[in-house]
């Protein structure tokens, strides 16, 4: 089999850890990235579950757990800053699992893979033309090249999708929330809490991180017209107008967002696709299916490019079957996920002041919940079957 080349539009979280992995299966892999470099900000995001295991597997997990922001919990403020509730998110972990901002791990990530692939930086796909031999791609920089395949690891706004399946009318669900995350600067506060607080549909909240405070707001809204994921200033003028009467830190956060040169503001989203693949082009992480926000999706999207690797190097002469097992099972992570929005966004943002009363109330019941909830789900476990003797 001469060596396949892979073009990978996208250098976030599943881009890097799909170019890894493609390489070490004997692909010749290029990564095409529309920003200039890495991007800095974001939410924290979780490495949990089979993230850590693709995480141990590269060599990473101590890397991991250095850049870790090492939160314990999430202390839920009034407006003058006194503490009415917490959560305390120690006992919601699961094994191995790491939070970490979403720009180191992003690094982590391009730093394991850089040596194994071409990355091409300030450049993005301008068009796909693909036939049964191959995929002919132009891009805005760079000389037009052809590659046996593409995968599009380029988020919720995949140019990848456009090109190779369909506007974005249809495939993009606006869910009824905005968010938008920028560093704080200076050194990191001396609590290990998130601070937090809630107005009816708003969330404003200060994120510690080892290298300094994060401004988080959250809040609901139907879609914008006219948004643009591309035009900060506009992301500004949005966000001043959603916490003006807002308190707590609210003013002071906002000045921050007014002069930031590193905001982070988009919708929450969800992707919904029939297929994630046509032809010799494939959908990875957000371009695919997009959980936005509460779902897992850095997790998500490790765990799929692994998957993704390993069955494309399973069936490289047969990428049909190999992106159709592929989808089959990380559709079996993603789904529940997708699911799980409703949920999520009244214990983060309550739409009302009853919704927010209710919360704080379930939060101080907190721990006999979660005792009672674990202690059903070990109950209802079946037993492990007994081990074969001649079993290792």
Same mark, same amino acid.
């Given at each position: 089999?001469?060596?396949? +080349? ?21 692909? %010749? ?39 870790? +922001? ?15 509730? /917490? ?17 180191? #791990? ?96 708003? +969330? ?27 035009? +900060? ?5 949005? #966000? ?39 032809? %010799? ?40 079957? $190999? ?22 966004? $009244? ?5 009302? /002041? ?21 202690? /059903? ?16």
């Amino acid at each position: 089999m001469s060596e396949r +080349t892979v073009l990978i539009s996208g250098a976030g979280v599943g881009g890097p850890t799909l170019a890894y992995w493609l390489a070490r299966y004997g692909f %010749r892999v290029t990564v095409v990235e529309r920003a200039q470099g890495l991007r800095s900000s974001g939410n924290p995001v979780d490495v949990r579950g089979r993230a850590v295991d693709v995480a141990e597997r590269m060599g990473l997990l101590s890397r991991l757990r250095e850049a870790a +922001t090492g939160t314990t919990g999430v202390s839920l403020v009034n407006a003058s800053g006194r503490r009415i509730g /917490r959560i305390d998110m120690r006992a919601m972990q699961q094994a191995g699992e790491v939070e970490l901002p979403r720009g180191d #791990l992003a690094s982590i990530l391009y730093q394991a893979s850089r040596d194994h692939a071409e990355f091409l930086f300030d450049d993005s796909i301008s068009t796909l033309a693909q036939d049964e031999h191959g995929v002919e791609v132009t891009f805005d920089r760079a000389a037009p090249r052809r590659f046996d395949l593409v995968i599009g690891a380029d988020g919720l706004h995949s140019t990848t999708r456009r090109l190779a399946f369909a506007a974005e009318s249809g495939l993009v669900h606006h869910m009824g929330l905005y968010v938008a995350t920028t560093p704080l600067g200076g050194r990191p506060g001396p609590g290990r809490d998130v601070l937090m607080h809630n107005t009816p549909g708003k +969330t404003v909240a200060v994120s510690p991180t080892p290298s300094g405070d994060l401004a988080f707001f959250l809040y609901r809204s139907p879609a914008e017209p006219g948004f643009d994921h591309r035009d +900060t200033e506009q992301h500004k003028r949005l #966000l001043t107008r959603a916490f003006a009467d807002v308190s707590w830190r609210a003013p002071e956060l906002l000045e921050r967002v007014r002069t930031a040169e590193d905001l982070y503001f988009d919708s929450v989203s969800q992707v919904r696709l029939p297929r994630w693949w046509n032809g %010799r082009v494939g959908l990875l992480g957000d371009a695919a299916s997009c959980v936005s926000l509460f779902g897992d999706g850095s997790t998500l999207a490790m765990t799929g490019a692994f998957t993704l690797a390993e069955e494309l190097a399973a069936a490289p002469d047969d990428l049909q079957a $190999a992106f159709r097992r592929y989808e089959i099972t990380h559709r079996r992570l993603v789904d529940p996920k997708q699911r799980n929005l409703g949920q999520a966004s $009244a214990l983060l943002v309550p739409a009302t /002041r009853r919704g927010i009363l209710a919360r704080n109330l379930a939060i101080r019941l907190w721990p006999a919940v979660a005792v009672a909830a674990r202690l /059903r789900r070990t109950l209802s476990r079946p037993p492990a079957a007994p081990r074969h003797p001649q079993s290792k």
